[in-house]
């Protein structure tokens, strides 16, 4: 198993940063992508970012480029979301997922391992 800890969470003013993280730990060495999804109240979970642990690839959902960038430090096994240029409509949980093989792709099915989720709020 693979256990994932979101961290960097919190409530920030329009056009402001944040930068969340992703402790992995567990059967780390299982992991070949990891990634980024979010969700708000009444939907579904949407996809933000993934890349694969290797760092070769990245993927980010249209609404983010240019503005969140998606890192890993593989030493201490985690994953960075560093969001910029923030808007409300990206107020959301954010959740940390993993993979055990190297899709990153916006289909959450295809991710195994899933943190408890982290809240971003934007304040208009």
């Known amino acids: 198993q693979v256990q994932l800890v979101e961290s960097g969470g919190g409530l920030v003013q329009a056009g402001g940063s944040l930068r969340l993280s992703c402790a992995a730990s567990g059967r780390t060495f299982s992991i070949y992508a990891m990634g980024w999804f979010r969700q708000v109240p009444g939907k579904g979970r949407e996809f933000v970012a993934a890349m694969t642990w290797s760092g070769a690839s990245t993927n980010y959902a249209d609404s983010v480029k240019g503005r969140f960038t998606i890192s890993r430090d593989n030493a201490k096994n985690t994953v960075f979301l560093q969001m910029n240029s923030l808007k409300p409509e990206d107020t959301a949980v954010y959740y940390c997922?993993?993979?055990?093989?190297?899709?990153?792709?916006?289909?959450?099915?295809?991710?195994?391992?899933w943190g408890q989720g982290t809240q971003v709020t934007v304040s208009s």
């Open positions: 997922t993993a993979g055990a093989d190297s899709y990153i792709g916006s289909g959450s099915r295809n991710y195994a391992y």
